[in-house]
């Protein structure tokens, strides 16, 4: 087993690690030979994002681990500036040992999901997002200093999945011809409908985990292109 | 940020996205703060980053950041000769190596500056624009 990134923040204003998070972890650790078959070939540079990174804990664990290869491009992603914080600092507490020999960059993004992000350039994609349903997703807090900023990291407006679709509904403009997308859903979001609908527009959907947590089932679910031949 | 991200970054306003202008970002080179960073060089590798890049926009924010000595063509796959061994190096210096502290960057075709400070770059909309 691959070892957990040590992290420690300020817990009122970003998300600390739990279920989901783990279970994101074990996900990408059970990929760990997939990824490294695409990715590892002709020292191929890819490039990572992570949205919503939080603490910082999913991007440090792929940093740390060589995932999906021993260099690329890691640009983790959140609308929280303490977020961006967080993750700064577990990637510093966390670095890769010396026998990975990594050339890599990490280069944190206050960013709305991928909206300032070249297209078709995300060669692996991670995702844990606010999944639990809510009556809306909440506003950004007016100043950084304010409150709400982790209701923003739960909150997922109607059945938990409006950030998510939101990402889904323009996957085929993010990710690269070799892309894959890793992301959670509980099971209020209704994931075996969400990978017939993706199937529908020609995505190959795999579950990868599913785990009881209290009282939510959580669920990752990977994404790839399907290649078409004209 | 590094200079190697600026190749990834365009204007997150929506109606941009119909306007060539929107990528790269423009680099205000008087408030652009600069460090480096040491990082390993390993040519073998910097070739295949180089097939990831939009040359013509590493050339344009060279330019912005007042580095005017790029070929104006993507470097070829190299037969180890010292003068290519001398651009690479070059590319490290420049791609991986070059930090942007503190700055900010405009869209060409909205005008919208964002800022950089601590090295991160701010791409959030203010409500009425996001
Ligand atoms: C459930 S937390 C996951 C945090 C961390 N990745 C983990 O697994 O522990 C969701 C994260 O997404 C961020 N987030 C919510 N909406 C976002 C958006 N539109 N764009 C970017 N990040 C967002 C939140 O700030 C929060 O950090
Ligand atoms: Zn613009």
Redesign the interface.
Known sequence: MLATPLYNCDYDRVYEPAEDSFLLLDSLESELSFLRSIFEK????P?ILEIGCGSGIVTTFLHQHAIPTN?G?Y?PVD?N?WA?DATLQTIKKNPPTKDLQT?T?V??????LV????SN?VDLLVFNPPYVPAEAVP??PPGTNDEGWLDLALLGGEDGLVVTNKLLNNLHNILSPKGVAYILFCARNKPQEIQLRMEGHGWKVDLIEKRKAGWEVLSVYKFQKIKTNF | ??F??T??????I?TCDVSNDN?PLQYNGEKCELQQEN??Y?P??L???L??L?WEAVLSVAQDLGNTSLPSNKPQILDDGVEKDAILRDLHTLL?QTNIVEGEMKCKNCGHV?YIKN???????P?HL?
């Open positions: 002709d020292n191929y540079f490039i260099k491009l640009l609308i500036p961006i050339t960059i280069d944190p993004l206050l960013m709305d909206a300032g992000l070249k350039s506003n950004l | 940020m590094k190697i991200t190749n990834f970054l365009k204007c997150p929506k990528y990082i390993e390993k073998e590798f070739i295949k980053i097939d990831r939009d991986l964002y090295s991160i770059p701010n791409l959030l909309l409500p996001a």
